[in-house]
């Protein structure tokens, strides 16, 4: 049995008063954070705040970015260690944000998701098509190649702990939802990728659906069976509304 994960990623919203504010609609909402697992990635500076808020709950705290080295002179980067040692378990890699406006390669996303590991972070890997590449019957092609790169070099032990994110870039903030059967297509592809590259640990791995994820939907993409939760911008700002994702699956 694979885990179900409903992670919210707030991106570059809520001041840390909003922040605790939106956490506190969710504590207590959370079951028992096995079958079905609820993270919250909040920006930063509210990562220290909602750590506090959460001790004793299980919902799991994780963070939007992290850089590939481990201390030193990098103005205004954050390391792995130093989101472990607040309670973050858990870290967004190579979102397509991340990669169109701050230029985040395969490579990048790759040394990233390595030292994430080493550290003892788990990485939830975004990986997706922009639209035109859909249009030209390259999704498959591209995403491949995102999962190549952004894994190279990753061993069967460490993929185990690696979590999948496919997020249709087409379909990040639009509305425009791929249908549960177009999405359940790409993470069948990614899961066979994922096999051929690492083996059967591939049947174990959480490959998380992206992009205009909402109460209305989610049950529909999540009963699909290669989708093994959701990633959800938009729809996890407000306590309610993330609620009834949580609810739906
Ligand atoms: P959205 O964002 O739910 O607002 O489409 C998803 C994401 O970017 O992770």
Redesign the pocket.
């Known amino acids: 049995m694979r885990q179900t994960i409903i992670?919210g990623?707030w991106?570059m919203n809520k001041t840390n008063d909003e922040a605790v504010e939106l956490i506190q609609g969710l504590l207590g909402h959370e079951g028992d954070g096995e079958k079905v697992r609820m993270i919250v990635c909040p920006p930063y500076t509210a990562l220290c705040d909602i750590s506090r808020a959460i001790n004793g709950s299980k919902i799991y705290l994780g963070a939007q970015n992290v850089y590939f080295e481990e201390s030193g002179a990098y103005t205004g980067e954050i390391a792995p260690s130093m989101l472990l040692t607040i309670g973050v378990s858990y870290v967004?890699i190579g979102?397509?944000?991340r990669r169109e406006y701050f230029s985040e390669t395969d490579q990048i996303v790759n040394d990233k998701v390595r030292l994430a590991l080493k550290s003892g972070l788990i990485p939830i890997v975004?990986v997706g098509e922009v639209l035109e590449d859909r249009e030209n019957g390259k999704t498959e092609e591209v995403v491949g190649a995102q999962i190549d790169g952004s894994l190279k070099g990753l061993n069967g032990d460490q993929m185990k702990k690696v979590v999948i994110?496919y997020?249709p870039v087409w379909?990040?903030?639009?509305?425009k939802?791929a249908s549960p059967e177009m999405a359940q297509d790409v993470h069948r592809f990614i899961r066979d990728r994922l096999k051929n590259n690492f083996g059967d640990v591939a049947e174990k791995i959480s490959i998380l659906y992206?992009?205009?994820?909402?109460g209305s939907n989610a049950a529909e993409l999540i009963a699909q069976p290669d989708i093994d939760g959701?990633?959800?911008?938009?729809?996890?700002l407000k306590a309610e509304e993330f609620l009834k994702i949580i609810n739906a699956v």
């Not at 379909?171 to 509305?175: E, M, N």
């Not at 992206?210 to 909402?214: I, L, P």
């Not at 959701?230 to 996890?236: D, E, K, T």
């Open positions: 992670a990623n991106k967004i979102h397509s944000e975004c994110a997020e379909a990040i903030g639009t509305g939802t992206g992009g205009s994820m909402k959701g990633l959800i911008g938009g729809a996890s």
